[in-house]
């Protein structure tokens, strides 16, 4: 209990982190954080994985509505096409719930699958590919820590595949957090300093794909699915060379049959 009488919950922090919060139940949680040194720290990580997928998010956010969600339109062929109301309501709510960072995309071309995969790698690799001083929370020296630690968060044992043999040293790895659970993300370097990442989230349908090219916020990867495991591969290099890494990496993350 806090000095409000009411328990401070998950929500409260997550509220206070996006500024839902009113002036008092901010201040309830402000104090209960600085009294509860591991919750503060959660509450830290919350903060800055907010800013870093707005950071990621912007471009999009800023993109305008495609012509095919402009209202007027999506009333005209309703009505033109003589549906009953109920269907031109539902036009009209699709239309109004349009907002926020990618909010007309998660509404009418809303990526499954693959490209779903591809679509949360190119976020993540736009926010960590670029930090210099920390693009990973685990280095490659802890290397069986982060696989430990990632396969356990995931449910699902995974370890950093070795690449070097196409000149990719492993520089670490981190936890991320999506709408879709838990998903990991190891990085890598070559001499030339470009940085190549291998996203990994478990999926909840146990299906196979190839390895398929694809183009995510315009940046370029290669993306398979291997039983229920969604992977994608990125890195600032021609689609030939990323299916070659792509192709040895799936050999190495593919479990033992």
Not at 191 to 206: E, G, H, K, N, T
Not at 209 to 227: F, K, L, M
Request: proline share 7%; aromatic share 6%.
């Amino acid at each position: 209990m806090t000095g409000s009488g009411r328990p401070i919950a998950e929500e409260d922090l997550h509220a206070y982190v996006d500024g839902f919060l009113d002036e008092e139940r901010r201040a309830v949680v402000e104090r209960y954080l600085q009294t509860h040194v591991d919750t503060a720290e959660r509450v830290a990580v919350y903060a800055r994985q907010r800013h870093e997928l707005r950071a990621g998010l912007a471009s999009l956010a800023r993109s305008p509505i495609p012509p095919d969600l402009n209202l007027a339109r999506l009333l005209e062929q309703r009505l033109r096409r003589r549906r009953p109301p109920w269907s031109i309501a539902a036009a009209v709510l699709l239309a109004l719930g349009i907002g926020g960072a990618g909010g007309w995309v998660a509404a009418s071309r809303a990526p499954t699958g693959v490209g779903l995969i591809a679509q949360e790698a190119a976020v993540s690799y736009a926010v960590y590919a670029s930090d210099k001083r920390r693009p990973v929370e685990v280095w490659a020296a802890q290397k069986d820590d982060l696989a430990r630690w990632l396969g356990n968060r995931l449910n699902h044992p995974v370890s950093p595949p070795d690449l070097s043999s196409l000149d990719y040293q492993l520089l670490g790895g981190r936890l991320i957090a999506t709408a879709h659970g838990p998903a990991a993300l190891f990085m890598y370097e070559n001499p030339r300093s470009v940085r190549l990442a291998i996203y990994v989230r478990p999926m909840s349908i146990p299906q196979t794909t190839p390895i398929t090219q694809t183009d995510a916020n315009h940046v370029d990867g290669c993306t398979w699915i291997e039983q229920g495991v969604g992977y994608s591969l990125i890195a600032g290099e021609p689609y030939g060379k990323l299916e070659e890494i792509a192709r040895l990496a799936r050999r190495e993350l593919r479990p033992p049959s």
